[in-house]
Structures are given as C-alpha cells and as structure tokens.
C-alpha cells in the first residue's frame, strides 16, 4: 500500500488557470492545513465527496491565492485514494507556493505517472487502460485519439481476460487428471478445450495482425528508400518531406545512418526512412549504416527502391537477389530516378528489367528527384499503396509494442496448444504450453509484469498525471 501522499502540478505552464491534485492518505488533512474556506465554520475535512469548496491558501497569515477545492474520498477517485485538486490562478509562481506549503506540511513530489500508476495498483484500470492514458495525452490527430481512446475504455484486455479465465479452468481440470493419472480419467474434455483453442487463436489472431495498422496510424506507414549510392534516395526524401533534411552530395556513400521523419501524404502519415546506399565497401562504418539499411527494409511496409537510369541495369542484376526476396508482404516500387539523363524510347527497356518480379507487388515509376519531376505521381502511388482501413472507436487494435509481444508469444503458446491436442500428447505437456499461453495474455493487463517492466512504462508519463 502507498502510504505517502503526493502532490504534482497537472496543467501545462501558461494557462490562466493552474490544478494541482494531491493523494494519499492525508490529502484531505495536509490540503486542509493550508486552505480556509470562504464560508466561516466550515470545514474541509467535513465536507462530501465531489464538492468544490471556494476558499484561500495561506502561508501562514499571507494569502496565496483564491482557489477552488475539489474533494474525492477514496476508493471513487482517479487513484482509488483520498484526493483533492487545487484549482488556482495559473501563475506559476502562486503555483510553486502551493507546491512548497504542501510539501511543508508533508507531501511529496509526485514521480512521472504516480497518480495513473497509483490507480492501477488500486485495481481501478488494468496495465493496458493505463497505458492508453499515455497515448491520449499524446495524441495528436483524430486517429490517434480514437485507438487511445478505445483502449482506456477497456479495449481487448476484457475480451483477453474472459477468455484466459476459460483457459485456466481446463488447466485446473487437466491438472488435476494428472492427480489421478493412474486411473486414466479425462476430466477436460478434449474437443471442448479445442473449440476454446480455436476461438482463442482467432481473436489473438486478429489482435497480433492489426499491430501494424495501429502502428502506420500511431508512428506512419514506414517507407524505406534504399538502393545503390548515389541512386538519390536522399535527393527523394528531401522533396517527400519538402524540407533539406538530409545531405546530398555527388560522392558515392554520402548517407552512413538512417534518417527518417514523418510527413502527411493525402491524409496518411508516412514514416520516410532514407537509408545508406548499398555498395561493397571495406570502411567499417559505411557496413554498418548498410546493415541498418537492411533491417529498415525489413521494417518497412512499403519500399521504395532507388535505381539510377542511367546505369540501371547492372543496378537491378546486383541487387534483385538480395532485395526482391526480402520483400515478400511488403510493397515495392522500383523508381527509376535521373530520369532527366535518359531520352524517352529508353525507357521501356528500363521497364522491361523488371519482367520476373513478383506483378501484384510490384509497380515502378519513372522520376528526376532532382528537378521534381513526376514526383506527385510517386506520392499518389504512395497513397494508394497504403490503403489503410478507417479505425472506428470499437475497432480493436493493438498499438503497443509491449501489448504485441505479449500477443505474439501468447499466438505461439496457443499453436502448441492446438498442435498437442491434435496429437494427443500427454496432460503435463498440454497444461504447460496452456499456463505459458494464459502468462502472457495475464501479462497485457499486468497481472504479471514485473515491477521493472512496470516502473519503465510509468516513467514515461508526465509528472501530474
Ligand atoms: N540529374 C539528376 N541528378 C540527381 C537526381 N537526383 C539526385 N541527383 C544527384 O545525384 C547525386 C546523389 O544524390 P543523393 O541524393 O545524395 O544520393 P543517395 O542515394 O542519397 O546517395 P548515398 O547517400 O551516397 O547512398 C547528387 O549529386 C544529386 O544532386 C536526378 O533526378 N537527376
Ligand atoms: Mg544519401
């Protein structure tokens, strides 16, 4: 149990009004040692839960400020404690005197996300909803706000819970089969255990899959630009991004590191990531940048080759085996850049490289990204390449890393599951790829995350909340 109190400041500097929230088991007593309310004999600690008491904070017999109180016993507040929120004038100096006398009087300085930590240790959300809150302060567009919004109101971790309860009531009988294993009874019947396996894989499913929706709209949809140097990927991201963002230069391997940014295309956000040129090389640095090249290809959703026109064809020969196949589920569109070096009828020869790349996935577009040529026909391609579904607020989708690993190892667990009653092993095998199975499920609403894990996703919060 928390026996401190806390205090923060909630708003942001600059407004004209200023909260700061108290909690803890002597909010109530410490907020009432420096605040008098307006009408005489009456007191604060006498008064109802969800009442706004207007009054003065002094020090000592200097008045602060004139503020409102806003009460809340415990368990019905934000952090199932006893709660109040100071309402002053937003200066912040009125506000660092508020803060000082509360400390004084035995406060301490709330820790980034206390308060939503402190609501969840006291049951009043699971990890997941309080995670959300995270998200809807952050979010800055209307999808953002809707996924945020869906996942605090509960979101998938219900759904999860009902069915890891079932789960772990076929545990408990195969378990206790194995207490009686010499009789050779079944008290979990097989086919109903199956049915579950499969409703459960079905959901876990669907969740694991729509991480990467949830991530174009949280993060845009990754795009890598790759290619040989020198090809002008960076001359590309420079004009995506309408700002000179990165460098460009003649000499071959100017790029070493990623750089990427985010840009809204269409109503889409797009996540450019303009990568180190592909080459031979013996400097230890440049292979590394091509490494990271590589992990960004596979990272990406939608890429973006850069082939130099002019000398096209030996481009693609090089590379087609080490990229072609690396983008299998993934989009790929060849760009033809310098286009301005070739004439017309060379063209079709260009496109004619292509013939035995996979059709469906495949596309390629002719650009000078130099002179901003045919440029916003690339973009289009961009935007039809996406093709994003609309999120809707009971849309379930999975936006955080944490939740998708969880998810992903929970998958694997239940396809063991499947796979062991297919052939029939033995209950000990059975209700022990079940319990990893109901782990991991457990751990997306923090019935099991360990307390680095939980520390680590409360300090990324704002003091305050
Ligand atoms: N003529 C012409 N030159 C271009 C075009 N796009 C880029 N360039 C030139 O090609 C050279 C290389 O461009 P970058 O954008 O630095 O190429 P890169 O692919 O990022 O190269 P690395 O970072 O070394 O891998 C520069 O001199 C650009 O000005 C184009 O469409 N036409
Ligand atoms: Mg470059």
Redesign the pocket.
Known sequence: MNQDTICAIATAQGGAIGSIRVSGPEAISITSLIFKPAKAGKLLSEQKPYTLTFGRIYDGNEIIDEVLVSLFRAPHSYTGEDSTEITCHGSSYILQQVMQLLIKNGCRMAQPGEYTQRAFLNGKMDLSQAEAVADLIASSSAATHRLAMSQMRGGFSKELTDLRNKLLNFTSMIELELDFSEEDVEFADRSALRKLADEIEQVIFRLVHSFSVGNAIKNGVPVA?I????????????VLLNEDK???????????DVIEDTMNIGGITFRFI??????ETNDTIESLGIERTFQKLDQAEIVLW?V?SVNAASQIEQLSEKIVPRCEGKYLIVVF?????IVENQKEDLSALLKDFPKESTEHIF?????R?NTSELQKMLISAAHLPTVTQNDIIVTNVRHYEALSKALEAIHRVQDGLDSHISGDFLSQDIRECIFFISDIAGEVTNDMVLQNIFQHFCIGK
């Open positions: 630009i290619g040989e140097t020198n090809a002008g990927k960076s001359t590309l991201l420079n990165a460098i460009v230069s003649d000499i071959h391997g100017t790029t070493r303009d990568t180190a040129g592909i080459r850069m130099d850049n310098k286009a301005d070096l650009i000078s990204a130099k002179q040529e």
